[in-house]
């Protein structure tokens, strides 16, 4: 047996299902105090997203933002990432080294609206970009397409000012299509993937590139 991160004391190679560690945090403050910054970082970082979509449909008569989904990472999935990594299971040590404990994904129309609020989220001066990873530019072997940020931002509460890291992925309609549809053909159906399937999910995405390119070459003749 094992004391966990969350003052739980649990199987270390078992570790907890979501339910269990739901049930058992509902009156652990300290675990509510740390995720209450996660979740506020998420607020203002959609805040700030909607800002700029707002002030690009006023300017180009468009929104370059189709939908917004934010999500924070459960308990189990933090304390199995955490033990995968040989992490100590402690509030400062998960609060150093796991990044992708918030997370937003942002649906855009085209490939260059994912740019364009990359860029000006990079140019905001009180945010801090951590880590970026652009799969648009070179995609991932299996066709894998998405630009990752980590940033940290400040959240101001009563008295005092937390910098706080979210993780953002940007994608297009027809990227977020195809990675839906392969995580779930992947993942959900718990089959194995043969090499004829690879190549066809990779030739899928290349289809989903070729989208991208066609409908952005159409707006442009647009407008």
Known sequence: MSENLFGLTVAADKGLDDLQCQRLLSENRRYQEVMLQYRCALKA???RLEILNEEFSLQHDRNPIESMKSRLKSPSSIMNK???RGLSLDFPTMQANIMDIAGVRVICSFEEDVFFLAKCLKD???IEIITEKDYI?????NGYRSLHLTIQLPVFFAEKEIHVPVEIQLRTIAMD??????HTIRYKKN???N???ETELKE????SREWDRKMEHLLHILT
């Open 191 to 193: 089959l194995p993937i």
């Open 195 to 197: 090499a004829e399937v």
């Open 45 to 47: 970082l959609e805040s």
């Open 177 to 182: 299509f195809w990675a839906s549809l392969e």
């Open 204 to 207: 899928c995405a290349d289809s």
């Open 137 to 141: 530019s070179h995609p991932k072997p």
């Open 124 to 126: 905001q001066s009180d």
């Open 82 to 84: 955490m033990q995968k």
